[in-house]
């Protein structure tokens, strides 16, 4: 580590690998599991730039930062959070124990978000979001595996060599498949809390016997594992967006789903329904066009209208069908290769996660029984 020169820039490091900086009193921490710093710039004693970037760009911008302040004197500091031309997309969140976050005042300036925090020897948190690292996974996944049928198999190894976790409910009888995909893009965590909520809820609080005798689960929570580590914005270490990646496979961490599709297929053995867990600025569900020619026609139409009477009146449902042929995106790749429907679930990046709860856990609930509704030639395509 370069030691700390009074006014100019002190440290750099390429991509935004984890870092720490050291000043006289004050000490900035982010080498840990999704920390996002790139580099610090001190003004004066207590006021700082923390520069965030990118791991590569062309990059679809959602500046990811998350780091920890320390003060060997309790005083207040302050913060401009730049991340060069990317405008924000997260708004500062501060915790003292890592789970529990509670928004921060800033300000905006020439496109920095400008915080001012109280520390002393205790290191607080400052987060884009809160955090669900690759540890939480793996507590998560041991729970759930305690407590339901599901059991837990490693699928594959990402890029940097991380294992990529499937939880897989199958009984040797059934032939249909619910496909749960979560975290293609590391900083999409109300999308990753809703991924949680909802399996949670279909395999606990609501799991329903027909559904599971019936159906089995192909659940894999975490596609993208080092991008988690590193703390990404959206790709992988190979500078490529895995949700782009669909049907043309060149990711070691989209093989690792395709490996078990594969596996569907040769059972002879079918996908019928897939759910991909992602955050944006809205609440939104993109489906595939009930006109596309995917069965049954009506599926993710019905489900969304059958849920709407379940959530409460404050919550917008959004549905937004379309078609992107080509480009590597999940729901496109289901539905070209095996004329399915399946949607990108989008949760707010903002909705409160209360609210993520709720509609996951609805979700789930309603899922379980528009899918028992559906005979199961009606999820096989036909053609005309
Ligand atoms: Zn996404």
């Given at each position: 580590?370069i030691?700390?020169i009074?006014?100019?820039?002190?440290?750099?490091?390429?991509?935004?690998?984890?870092?720490?900086?050291?000043?006289?009193?004050i000490?900035?921490d982010?080498n840990?599991?999704?920390?996002g710093?790139?580099?610090?710039e001190?003004?004066?004693e207590?006021?700082?730039i923390l520069?965030?970037?990118?791991?590569?760009?062309?990059i679809n911008p959602?500046?990811?930062?998350?780091?920890?302040?320390?003060s060997?004197?309790?005083t207040?500091?302050?913060?401009?959070?730049?991340?060069?031309?990317a405008?924000?997309?997260?708004?500062?969140?501060?915790?003292l124990?890592?789970?529990t976050?509670?928004a921060?005042?800033?300000?905006?300036?020439?496109g920095?978000?400008?915080?001012?925090?109280?520390v002393?020897?205790?290191?607080?948190m400052?987060?884009?979001?809160q955090?669900?690292?690759n540890?939480d996974?793996?507590?998560?996944?041991?729970?759930?595996?305690?407590?339901?049928s599901?059991l837990?198999?490693?699928?594959g190894?990402s890029?940097?060599?991380?294992?990529?976790?499937?939880?897989?409910h199958?009984?040797?009888?059934?032939?249909?498949?619910?496909l749960?995909?979560?975290?293609q893009h590391?900083p999409e965590?109300?999308?990753?809390q809703?991924?949680?909520?909802?399996?949670q809820?279909m395999f606990?609080?609501?799991?329903?016997?027909s559904?599971?005798?019936r159906f089995?689960?192909?659940?894999?929570?975490?596609?993208?594992?080092?991008?988690?580590a590193?703390?990404?914005?959206?790709?992988?270490?190979?500078?490529t967006?895995l949700?782009r990646?669909?049907?043309?496979?060149?990711?070691a961490?989209?093989?690792?789903?395709?490996?078990?599709?594969?596996?569907?297929?040769q059972?002879?053995?079918?996908?019928?329904?897939?759910l991909?867990?992602?955050?944006?600025?809205?609440d939104?569900?993109y489906?595939m066009?009930?006109d596309?020619?995917?069965a049954?026609a009506l599926?993710?139409?019905?489900?969304?209208?059958?849920?709407?009477?379940?959530?409460?009146s404050?919550f917008?449902?959004?549905e937004?069908?379309?078609?992107s042929?080509?480009?590597?995106?999940?729901?496109?790749?289901?539905?070209?290769?095996?004329?399915?429907?399946s949607?990108?679930?989008?949760m707010?990046?903002?909705?409160?996660?209360?609210m993520v709860?709720?509609?996951?856990?609805?979700a789930a609930?309603?899922?379980?029984?528009?899918?028992l509704?559906t005979?199961?030639?009606?999820?096989?395509f036909?053609?005309?």
């Open positions: 580590m030691k700390p009074f006014g100019i820039l002190v440290l750099i490091s390429s991509l935004n690998t984890a870092i720490a900086c050291d000043f006289k009193d000490s900035f982010a840990y599991d999704q920390g710093l790139a580099r610090c001190q003004l004066s207590t006021e700082f520069h965030i970037e990118p791991e590569d760009t062309p959602s500046p990811w930062y998350n780091f920890t302040i320390s060997k004197v309790a207040t500091v302050s913060i401009a959070i730049s991340a060069g031309d405008r924000p997309r997260y708004l500062p969140k501060r915790s124990d890592g789970s976050f509670e921060i005042p800033f300000t905006l300036k020439d920095d978000m400008h915080i001012a925090v109280e002393n020897q205790q290191p607080v400052i987060s884009a979001q955090v669900i690292d540890e996974y793996v507590q998560w996944q041991q729970t759930l595996t305690e407590k339901t599901l837990q198999r490693e699928i190894k890029t940097e060599g991380r294992s990529i976790y499937a939880l897989v199958s009984k040797p009888e059934n032939k249909e498949w619910l749960l995909i979560g975290r590391p965590i109300s999308g990753a809703a991924y949680l909520a909802f399996a809820a606990i609080e609501h799991a329903n016997e559904f599971l005798n089995n689960v192909l659940l894999v929570p975490n596609m993208n594992p080092d991008g988690v590193h703390g990404h914005w959206r790709h992988n270490v190979k500078g967006d949700n990646d669909w049907g043309k496979f060149t990711q961490e989209t093989q690792a789903v395709y490996g078990f599709i594969n596996e569907i297929i059972a002879e053995q079918r996908i019928v329904f897939a991909d867990f992602h955050s944006t600025q809205q939104i569900f489906t066009p009930s596309y020619g995917l049954p599926f993710s139409e019905e489900y969304l209208a059958d849920l709407k009477p379940h959530l409460v404050s917008t449902l959004r937004r069908p379309g078609s042929p080509g480009r590597g995106v999940l729901k496109q790749y289901l539905a070209d290769e095996f004329k399915i429907h949607i990108t679930y989008e707010g990046d903002n909705t409160p996660l209360e709860n709720h509609v996951a856990t609805q609930k309603v899922l379980q029984n528009k899918m509704a005979p199961p030639e009606a999820f096989i036909k053609p005309e």
